[in-house]
């Protein structure tokens, strides 16, 4: 794990103010160090390189919400599936906050290497700038469907 900890992984403000233990079982935290590696790490390098290559300033992420433990999952209203519980699956802006140019590089990124379950741009404005990305290394199963999803208006549609 080179640009992120597993702290900042599990970290939850609202699992700190519901009093809910957010902490994950050995097979969580692999899968964490799993997704961060294949997936995030190498994501944030790109990253790096396309706002070097742009101008942009603050390559850096930020995990809005990683791993959610079951009750912390039920709390917030996740998905019953969702992969954020299996360790599998992250939230993510960036710190300049070019949130379109990160859907972009982020689509771009994720279907060329394919290695990927999800992408999720969340909570989109009617131009499609999203409030945040959500990634998926694998899904509950541990497969990897390559979906480009948008979601607007608490529905998902094919991303165009």
Not at 19 to 46: M, Y
Not at 52 to 70: N, Y
Request: hydrophobic fraction near 30%.
């Amino acid at each position: 794990m080179k640009y992120f900890t597993l702290e900042e992984c599990i970290y939850s403000a609202e699992a700190r103010r519901r009093g809910i233990d957010n902490s994950p079982n050995a097979t969580q935290k692999e899968h964490i160090v799993e997704t961060v590696e294949q997936l995030l790490d190498p994501l944030r390098e790109a990253w790096t390189r396309h706002c070097e290559t742009k101008g942009l300033e603050d390559p850096q992420i930020c995990i809005s919400s990683g791993f959610r433990s079951l009750r912390l999952n039920a709390a917030v209203g996740g998905s019953a599936t969702s992969a954020h519980c299996h360790g599998y699956a992250f939230d993510l802006v960036p710190s300049n906050l070019q949130m379109a140019e990160f859907k972009s590089f982020c689509r771009n990124f994720l279907v060329s290497c394919g290695n990927f379950d999800q992408m999720i741009s969340e909570s989109e404005l009617k131009n499609g700038t999203p409030a945040w990305i959500h990634v998926g290394y694998r899904n509950a199963q541990g497969k990897q469907r390559r979906q480009l999803l948008s979601m607007r208006g608490g529905c998902y549609y094919p991303m165009s």
